[in-house]
């Protein structure tokens, strides 16, 4: 389980566009579509804004 303050990485779909958490695991599968997403490519990054 997670500390509070720590989140689990979302990632979003290049095939479906779903957005779902990763729950750290070695690979990313949609669960929407059951696509094998690759990691760094479709993880959201939640400060995109702020660079």
Not at 19 to 47: H, T, W
Request: charged share 25%; glycine share 10%; net charge negative.
């Amino acid at each position: 389980m997670l500390e509070d303050g720590l989140t689990t990485p979302e990632y979003q779909c290049s095939r479906c566009g779903g957005i779902f958490n990763g729950q750290g695991s070695p690979s990313v599968c949609c669960p929407y579509c059951a696509m094998i997403c690759d990691e760094i490519s479709c993880r959201l990054e939640k400060n995109e804004q702020e660079k």
